[in-house]
Every structure is written in C-alpha cells, then in structure tokens.
C-alpha cells in the first residue's frame, strides 16, 4: 500500500464519490474506500495500466484533458475531488484555473504535490526522456498559492524523492 492512502482515507467515507482528476496510473487511489470512484487522465495508456489493478469499488474511468473540463459540468457534484502528482503537470495558468475550479465539482477538495519544481523530463529510472509529455512538470503551485484560495496544509512530508510532499485540503 502506498504511504499517502491512509492519510487521504483519513479525508474519504466510504460512503463518499470521489473524482480523481490527473488519476495516471492511479498507484495512490486504486487503496482508498470508497462508495464511488471516477478516474479522469489525458493520457489513455496511464489508464490503460491502470486497468491492469482497477480501484476496488465501483469504477468509471475516462480520458480526458482536466483543463477543459468547465465548472459545474458534475452535477450533482462530487463529494471529494483529488489530485494525486497531477497538478505540477499542467501548464502554470491551468493551474491556477484547475484550483480555482475544484470547488465546482466536489464539496472538499485534496491535492498531493511537490513543494518545489523540478525538471522531471528524463526519467529517473531508465535515464530516457519521459514516454510522455502529460508526465513532465510544467509548473509549481506554491503554498501561497493554495493557502490564498482557502486550502490547509493537511502534511508536509519531507524528502520524499528529493522534493517535499504536500498534502493540501479545502472544504468547498
């Protein structure tokens, strides 16, 4: 089980819906409880693998591009909106529109993110460029930046990876 679940199932009821914007190859999400589970990723081979260890309850998954997804389109909305490593890859003004989106489509909304930018072009495993480019970091939302749209720091973990984690949560 990946370290983040039982700090994100601290924040879901089982008997919640939850959408995972920027799902990938859902490797955080795929453990936590819950009565209903959307996956939305750009890239269809992220998904692809995904369906290899499908989240446990009842799934919808969906490819998508996040950033065109305009607010109020669930209705009803949401639950729990989450963004596990995701943000960081969109373009530095879809991120700014994306936070400020989230309250539309759940009642709390949690992101997972680098505190710092790094480049992330070459893959650290292999040595090769990204097989991707949805996997490359275009952006950093700072602290700042979520704190000043009404977000709590919900954990910093340090050096994970090199980089701090950040847990951010806001209820819509």
């Keep these: ?15 919640d ?4 914007l920027c799902c990938g190859q859902g490797l955080v999400m795929r453990d936590v409880t819950c009565a209903l589970y959307m996956g939305i990723d750009i890239d269809g081979r992220q998904l692809e693998r995904y ?4 989240h446990r ?6 490819v998508a591009d996040v950033t065109q997804i305009v607010p109020r389109c ?3 909305r949401f639950d729990v909106v989450v963004c596990v490593d995701g943000i960081e890859h969109l373009e ?5 529109d994306f936070l400020t989106h989230m309250p539309h489509w759940a009642r709390k909304s949690i992101i997972v993110t680098p ?17 991707s480019e949805y996997r490359i970091h275009k952006s950093l939302t700072t602290e700042e930046d979520f704190v000043a749209r ?4 919900k954990l910093k973990q340090p050096e994970v990876a090199g980089y701090n984690c950040m847990v951010y949560v806001k209820e819509n």
């Excluded at 009404?150 to 720091?153: E, L, N």
């Design 51 to 54: 369906g290899d260890e499908p």
């Design 92 to 96: 530095p003004g879809d991120a700014v």
């Design 1 to 15: 089980m990946h370290w983040l679940v039982p700090i994100i199932q601290a924040e879901i009821e089982e008997t």
């Design 150 to 153: 009404g977000f709590t720091v």
């Design 115 to 131: 505190d710092q930018f790094f480049d992330n072009s070459v893959n650290d495993i292999t040595g090769k460029p990204q097989e």
């Design 74 to 76: 669930f209705e009803p």
């Design 57 to 62: 309850g009842p799934s919808i998954y969906m």
């Design 17 to 20: 819906s939850v959408l995972d």
